[in-house]
């Protein structure tokens, strides 16, 4: 048996826990931050058959793709007159970390 953490963008969350749920694979979801602009993350648990783990990286893969977004710079700048002025900055979004680990016990009680 294999376990899948998937660390992904929220806002792929909820179309990758539906897509592997109707394909019949258990999932547990936690909220999760990191990253650069410590932006909300999820982080996914799923327990599966050693067979299986490729396929399951695969609809990890088709649901979470990379994307660039606009967002403000982290940390504010100081301009000519005292204000606080931040710059928006291009960040990479979205895409997967994925780790597969052996389990060497599982139970459901």
Known sequence: MKLIIAIIHDEDALKLVKNLTEQ???????ASTG???RSGNTTLFIGIEKEKVDHVIEII?????????????????IGNSSMFI????????????????????????
Not at 61 to 77: N, V
């Open 35 to 37: 990253g650069f602009l």
């Open 24 to 30: 019949g694979y258990r999932v547990t979801k936690l």
């Open 86 to 109: 931040t710059y928006p900055i291009e960040v990479n979004v979205g895409g997967a970390t994925i780790f597969v680990v052996d389990v060497d016990r599982f139970e459901k009680v």
């Open 61 to 77: 893969k088709d649901q979470c793709k990379s994307r660039k977004e606009i967002q403000p710079a982290p940390t504010p700048m």
